[in-house]
């Protein structure tokens, strides 16, 4: 296939929009498809990304700006008409639509001028988002922009059946299922580190870990029932505009910073619960590399970890907002080494068969639907 990839986000900035972009381009161009990426503008920007088989894609870059209050968010302002030049120029079989919003809802609107099918990646809860940010008179605002922009698309995918009831209840049409992959050859319970783990934690103490971004969304000042527990340190590794203020806020945690790759993997593998308050979690990539790292894991029950733990099996999820419960189910397992391994061996078992080639080869029958529906409902126009 030729498959024109347009993401909100992108490298330099890594977050789950940005990293499923990557896993499945290196997969697709693996295979031997063609791609292309259009992604916005940052500073001193790569205008080409070199994938793991050494293949170079092309990254054309549109002009952005950077969000008030969160410059590591940029808000790119092509065109119609430039986007569509961009298509005719490539000409995909199809295109891809990573968190679609404003950059998207442009791009969407090219496709169906340009002819091409298109598939929608919903990953991101804006409207929940606004709320967390002080905006929540924009939240009906903020759906009806998705609204209009996935029903435009040809296929939509959600990455969790939480996710994909809320966008039907919102009026979304064309919806389907598509998950994410993790990397289980990265992320593993053997690389689990007692040099590493005693840089955070005495040798008596257990150690919790929180990774993601340090943001109002994550709400990670909800770990603060964690942070007052005894014999229990937390380790929160990722970095946001809220740094100085949970460093403030929690000064016996340990704040590791951004961390990627094995150096990532190594934090989870090392850690012995990990835990993720936030609410607003279409899926919850960060719980899935915590599994495979043979870590149990709680998370609030909403949105995509709902798909992703199983109580009393994998972890628990507690009710949104309720910290008393999130501190008795890290107690239930911190202070019970057999159910906690036993919880870990299980989580790592719930992910095996999760690996990014799987969900790539899915998420290409999507295209497939994708490019059958467009021409189906060509051949009905000119009918």
Do not use: C
């Not at 103490?205 to 029932?225: I, M, T």
């Amino acid at each position: 296939m030729r498959i024109l990839v347009i993401t909100e986000s992108f490298l330099p900035h890594m977050n789950g929009v940005t990293n499923s972009v990557l896993r499945v381009v290196d997969h697709f161009a693996g295979q031997g498809d063609d791609l292309e990426i259009i992604a916005p503008q940052w500073p001193h920007a790569d205008r080409f990304w070199r994938t793991s088989g050494g293949r170079r894609v092309r990254v054309h870059r549109v002009a952005s700006v950077p969000l008030a209050g969160y410059t590591d968010v940029r808000i790119a302002a092509a065109s119609a008409t430039g986007l569509r030049r961009r298509i005719a120029d490539f000409a995909p079989d199809v295109i891809h639509l990573a968190s679609p919003t404003i950059l998207g809802g442009r791009a969407v609107v090219a496709a169906q001028k340009a002819g091409v099918p298109t598939v929608a990646v919903y990953q991101t809860d804006i409207p929940g988002y606004t709320a967390k940010y002080g905006m929540p008179f924009l939240e009906a605002a903020s759906w009806q922009l998705l609204k209009d922009v996935h029903n435009r698309a040809t296929v939509n995918l959600a990455p969790s059946t939480a996710t994909r009831d809320q966008l039907a209840a919102h009026g979304v049409e064309r919806l389907a299922l598509w998950r994410r992959g993790v990397d289980t050859s990265l992320f593993s319970p053997s690389l689990r580190s007692a040099r590493l783990r005693a840089r955070y934690a005495e040798a008596d103490e257990k150690l919790v870990v929180y990774v993601g971004r340090l943001a109002p969304e994550k709400q990670v000042a909800d770990l603060q029932v964690i942070h007052d527990t005894p014999g229990v340190r937390l380790l929160v590794v990722g970095d946001g505009p809220e740094r100085d203020a949970l460093r403030r806020a929690m000064p016996r945690a340990r704040f590791a910073g951004f961390r990627s790759g094995t150096d990532l993997a190594a934090h989870l593998a090392s850690a012995d619960l990990f835990i993720h308050p936030g609410e607003l979690e279409t899926f919850g990539q960060t719980i899935q590399e915590a599994m495979a790292s043979g870590l149990p894991v709680i998370a609030p029950r909403r949105g995509g970890p709902v798909d992703l733990v199983t109580p009393s099996r994998t972890g628990w999820l507690y009710t949104p907002g309720m910290l008393d419960e999130l501190r008795d189910h890290a107690a239930d397992l911190l202070f019970d080494d057999a159910k906690r391994l036993a919880f870990g061996r299980a989580a790592l078992d719930s992910v095996r068969k999760r690996t990014w080639p799987v969900l790539a080869e899915q998420l290409r029958g999507h295209y497939a639907t994708a490019i059958a529906r467009h021409a189906d409902v060509h051949q009905r126009t000119v009918r």
